[in-house]
DNA sequence: CACGAGACCTGTTCGC
DNA sequence: TGCGAACAGGTCTCGT
């Protein structure tokens, strides 16, 4: 799904709108409509359907890869999984295939939740803590320190690839960002993280940090059939590029399946650990 | 605690 | 051309 680049850039674009949306805070909400159940995580259809009319929208936020909706009374909080996208349409534009969720607004504007795959899910409640208690820190935030980073990779003996894309380790990375991460930082995804030395935890800190701000700046990456503006795809170091050279050494661009997920690094630039 | 497999889903692309 | 397999930005749960 969308990472924490792709999520950034449409709280963004929601709070601020777009030269075809409006922005959203201070729309109210006249009714809400679930059309696939199992999308809405909380609570039941019908508490859904009776708390949300009548709520302002005060803020738009994101926190890992949760996009946070602060309304007066309630947060509504999104996850997008894998092929989730958010749009603000108006009453004009006929409904579209896999629209799961829709938030309606007064003046004729819609919240639309649409996702083929039906993975993402939103929540409804009073307190986001309930929800996000168990994400790790934020990557972009001024508490997350090269120090810290390497205290929290020392308290864990794990291979690096599943350890980043952990979000209770570290919130918002997802396999795009790790794998163009590591490389940046020229380390193994399978590299335990215990045996990782002081320089290359802050090596690796930058580099995370540096590919983060990189999406945000091209806000995000539209692959596959899912296209959402941003055209950081373009300038993928070693990710979906297998087989193609390393854009350090030339070397062949290699790919593994390392914890489920598709691995793609340059075995010259990131030595496997022995 | 760390890890692999399976589940949840649909759409596109690959390979024979 | 056609058809099944492989694959896709994520996360949860279960068994070892």
């Not at 809405?40 to 949300?52: G, H, N, R, V």
């Not at 940046?184 to 580099?207: D, K, T, Y």
Request: glycine residues 8%.
């Amino acid at each position: 799904m969308p990472e924490l680049p792709e999520v950034e850039t449409i709280a963004t674009n929601l709070r601020r709108g777009t030269p075809n949306q409006p922005p959203l805070p201070g729309m109210i909400v006249s009714a809400g409509s679930v059309l696939w159940p199992r999308t809405l995580a909380t609570p039941t259809i019908d508490e859904f359907d009776k708390l949300i009319p009548g709520q302002a929208v005060t803020e738009i936020s994101r926190r890992g890869k949760y996009l946070v909706i602060q309304l007066s009374r309630e947060t509504l909080l999104i996850h997008l999984r894998m092929s989730g996208d958010l749009l603000v349409l108006s009453d004009e534009t006929p409904p579209a295939p896999h629209d799961r969720l829709i938030v309606r607004f007064l003046g004729g504007y819609r919240l639309v939740f649409n996702d083929p795959r039906k993975f993402g899910r939103v929540w409804l409640v009073t307190h986001p803590g309930s929800v996000l208690a168990s994400l790790g820190p934020e990557p972009l935030d001024e508490d997350f320190t090269p120090q810290r980073f390497y205290c929290m990779l020392q308290q864990h003996h794990r291979r690096l690839k599943p350890l980043l894309l952990d979000q209770s380790f570290i919130a918002g990375l997802g396999n795009i960002y790790t794998d163009e991460a590591l490389h940046m930082a020229g380390l193994h995804p399978l590299q335990l993280s215990q045996n990782i030395a002081v320089e290359q935890a802050g090596r690796l800190w930058v580099s995370i940090r540096h590919v983060l701000q990189e999406g945000i700046r091209r806000n995000g990456a539209s692959i596959d059939w899912v296209y959402r503006g941003g055209d950081f795809q373009n300038y993928f170091r070693v990710y979906q590029r297998t087989g193609k050279p390393c854009p350090v050494c030339a070397t062949p661009v290699e790919r593994s399946v390392i914890g489920q997920r598709s691995s793609h690094y340059c075995p010259q630039c990131q030595p496997p650990p022995v």
